[in-house]
T-cell receptor, first 116, second 115 residues
């Protein structure tokens, strides 16, 4: 099966500019996640969707980050305005299963953001 | 909380040796503990998980050990191969049914396998 697709792979912007990342999960996967991975650290959960509804966005900095998953398939993550500390890899992941099987996430390759 | 920074723990082994990667976790109420492997330029990939009521689980060439007394998790890789070179993360999913998939990752360990 095709993996989780993300674009763009790389993006360089200046602080205060905006950026958007796109994710297409594995077909049939109802649950979609966005994780932020700062260099040298493990991924950190930003937001979880179940179909087109938000399940958990408690760690999303809502003053500058927004995410949506229209029609319960693709998702976009937006940052506006970007700060230097937003430099990171933004990973999209999806899961088909429920219960403990939901811990088996399939990650995309990520979108690397550099904020200058 | 977790210690963070650019200097990840590293483990260097020879091809064919056994590798042991360690992790200390913080949430004693977590239901599952999971190991992920991340190769350069790729997203993390699931390796194996263990439920909190178990102390050992084996997979293909991998074994995970859980010591809840000291909040310690380890991943053992048998007959390590160059393709095992990657960063290994332990993760926990917290407590409760709504926490599945919402993983808290550790800092990671860099494993380098020399031919």
């Amino acid at each position: 099966e095709a993996g989780v697709a993300q674009s763009p792979r790389y993006k360089i912007i200046e602080k205060r500019q905006s950026v958007a990342f796109w994710c297409n999960p594995i077909s049939g996967h109802a649950t979609l996640y966005w994780y932020q991975q700062i260099l040298g650290q493990g991924p950190k959960l930003l937001i979880q969707f179940q179909n087109n509804g938000v399940v958990d966005d408690s760690q999303l900095p809502k003053d500058r980050f927004s995410a949506e998953r229209l029609k319960g398939v693709d998702s976009t993550l937006k940052i506006q305005p970007a700060k230097l500390e937003d430099s990171a890899v933004y990973l999209c992941a999806s899961s088909k299963r429920q219960g403990p099987g939901a811990n088996v996430l399939t990650f995309g390759a990520g979108s690397r953001l550099t904020v200058l | 909380g977790e210690s963070v920074g650019l200097h990840l723990p590293t483990l260097s082994v020879q091809e064919g040796d056994n590798s042991i990667i360690n992790c200390a976790y913080s949430n004693s109420a977590s239901d599952y503990f999971i190991w992920y492997k991340q190769e350069s330029g790729k997203g993390p990939q699931f390796i194996i998980d263990i439920r909190s009521n178990m102390d050992k689980r084996q997979g293909q060439r991998v074994t995970v050990l859980l010591n809840k007394t000291v909040k310690h998790l380890s991943l053992q890789i048998a007959a390590t191969q160059p393709g095992d070179s990657a960063v290994y993360f332990c993760a926990e999913n917290g407590a409760g049914g709504t926490s599945y998939g919402k993983l808290t990752f550790g800092q990671g360990t860099i494993l380098t396998v020399h031919p």
